[in-house]
């Protein structure tokens, strides 16, 4: 079985070369400035200055350090453990109450 398809011509055509522009009203423009790419820029707000500068200092971080263990020495700082059991306890109230 042959099919031709829609149009009138059938069989293969060859393929020619074309010699110059295919589309006849393209316009080369003139070299000018050439295109340069976008260039990105970062600006670090005076905030954000201070928290890098405040967490590279080692003198705020090993007094920060001393703090916490001495909350954990005395059992004033809040942990996981001490979180799961409000938490617990927060869930039961609300299904005792239901």
Request: aromatic share 2%; no cysteine; glycine share 6%.
């Amino acid at each position: 079985m042959d099919v031709n398809g829609t149009s009138s011509i059938s069989g293969s055509l060859p393929i020619s070369k074309q010699i110059g522009p295919s589309n006849t009203n393209f316009k080369q423009t003139p070299a000018s400035k050439p295109i340069s790419s976008p260039q990105d820029e970062l600006e670090i707000s005076s905030a954000g200055r201070m928290l890098d500068e405040m967490t590279n200092n080692s003198d705020m971080r090993a007094e920060r350090l001393a703090q916490i263990k001495a909350a954990i020495d005395d059992g004033t700082y809040d942990t996981d453990e001490k979180l799961d059991a409000a938490l617990s306890r927060l869930l039961d109230q609300i299904s005792d109450s239901e």
